[in-house]
T-cell receptor, first 109, second 114 residues
Framework: GQNIDQPTEMTATEGAIVQINCTYQ??????LFWYQQHAGEAPTFLSY??LDGLEEKGRFSSFLSRSKGYSYLLLKELQMKDSASYLC??????????WGAGTKLIIKP | TAGITQAPTSQILAAGRSMTLRCTQD?????MYWYRQDLGLGLRLIHY???????GKGEVPDGYSVSRANTDDFPLTLASAVPSQTSVYFC?????????????FGPGTRLTVL
C-alpha cells in the first residue's frame, strides 16, 4: 500500500532550528514535495526533491534519501509566522500526490 | 493575477440535496484536481483532469462527479449529499500533471452536510 508518515505535532522556540521528518512508501516515485498550510488557508508549495541530497532555499531546506524512503524539512531561525502545518507528499508512478496528514508546528516565543 | 478561485467559501447543505462546487483557474494549467481534507488525514484526491475533455478517478471518488469542458473550469458535483461528505474541499491545478509539477491550490470550500 501507499503510506506517508510524519509526526502529528512539534513544538520549537523562536529563533531555533527544527527538523520535520517524513517517511514514504508509494507505488513508484517521482519526487517528494513539502507544502506549508496555515490554519484555515490553502497549502502553499515549499520544496521539491527528486534526487538524493539537500536543497536549500533561504531559511528552509529539504533533504531526500530515496534508498531509505525518507525526507526531512529543516527550518532555521524560526519565526512566529512559521507556525503552521507542514505537509509531506510523494508523487507516485501515476504522477499523483500521496499526502501525509501533516505536522503541526507550534512556535513559542 | 487571481490564480485559482473557488466558490462558495462555505456552505451548509441538507443531506440528500445536490450541490456543485466551482473552481476556476486563470493560469492556463492543463491539469486540475479536487481534494478533500479531513482532520487527522492527509489530503485525499477525489477526481482529477490531466487536460480539458478528460477526467479520472482519484482515491475517494464515490458520491462525486466532475466535468472539464474547458481549460479554466473544473466543477465538482455532489449528487445527493451525505454527512460523511462534510469536509474542506480544495481545488488545485498544475502545468502538466507530470514529475516535478507544482500544484497550486485554491482557498478551499468548507462544506457541512447535516
Amino acid at each position: 500500500g501507499q503510506n506517508i508518515d510524519q509526526p502529528t505535532e512539534m513544538t520549537a522556540t523562536e529563533g531555533a532550528i527544527v527538523q520535520i521528518n517524513c517517511t514514504y512508501q508509494t507505488s513508484g516515485f517521482n519526487g517528494l514535495f513539502w507544502y506549508q498550510q496555515h490554519a484555515g488557508e490553502a497549502p502553499t508549495f515549499l520544496s521539491y526533491n527528486v534526487l538524493d541530497g539537500l536543497e536549500e532555499k533561504g531559511r528552509f531546506s529539504s533533504f531526500l534519501s530515496r534508498s531509505k524512503g525518507y525526507s526531512y524539512l529543516l527550518l532555521k531561525e524560526l519565526q512566529m509566522k512559521d507556525s503552521a502545518s507542514y505537509l509531506c507528499a510523494s508523487m507516485d508512478s501515476n504522477y499523483q500526490l500521496i499526502w501525509g496528514a501533516g505536522t503541526k508546528l507550534i512556535i513559542k516565543p | 493575477t487571481a490564480g485559482i478561485t473557488q466558490a462558495p467559501t462555505s456552505q451548509i447543505l441538507a443531506a440528500g440535496r445536490s450541490m456543485t462546487l466551482r473552481c476556476t483557474q486563470d493560469m492556463r494549467h492543463n491539469a486540475m484536481y479536487w481534494y478533500r481534507q479531513d482532520l487527522g488525514l492527509g489530503l485525499r484526491l477525489i477526481h482529477y483532469s490531466n487536460t480539458a475533455g478528460t477526467t479520472g478517478k482519484g482515491e475517494v471518488p464515490d458520491g462525486y462527479s466532475v466535468s472539464r469542458a474547458n481549460t479554466d473550469d473544473f466543477p465538482l458535483t455532489l449528487a445527493s449529499a451525505v454527512p460523511s461528505q462534510t469536509s474542506v474541499y480544495f481545488c488545485a491545478s498544475s502545468d502538466g500533471g507530470q514529475g516535478g509539477d507544482t500544484q497550486y491550490f485554491g482557498p478551499g470550500t468548507r462544506l457541512t452536510v447535516l
